[in-house]
């Protein structure tokens, strides 16, 4: 499966110095989809949707992860990567839904 190219926006801020810019997870995580467009985030969104269906294993989402342009280091892919996978989504859905409401 190829990964949208807003996913691998997304993939990118992660880093082995993401952690030097984020005091936390969830500060990486915002910072890394705020300069997503509105459609790259539901393009974003709906791939995560995609990987968090259940069709996919815990190591088949580890492997996507490690294929995208996330470099090694930083807060890297923590353990479960469901959960992870799952702070980025929520995290566009509450952009979108914030930005739906402006």
Request: aromatic content about 10%.
């Amino acid at each position: 499966m190829t990964s949208p190219d807003a996913f691998n926006e997304i993939a990118n801020s992660f880093h082995q110095d993401t952690y030097l810019f984020h005091k936390s997870l969830d500060s990486a995580i915002r910072g890394s989809i705020a300069e997503l467009t509105p459609t790259q985030m539901l393009i974003a969104k709906n791939y995560l949707d995609e990987l968090l269906s259940g069709k996919y294993s815990r190591e088949q989402l580890i492997d996507i992860w490690l294929k995208s342009p996330a470099g090694s280091g930083g807060f890297g892919m923590p353990d479960p990567p469901e959960g992870f996978l799952n702070k980025i989504r929520a995290a566009l859905e509450f952009s979108i839904a914030s930005r739906e409401t402006e």
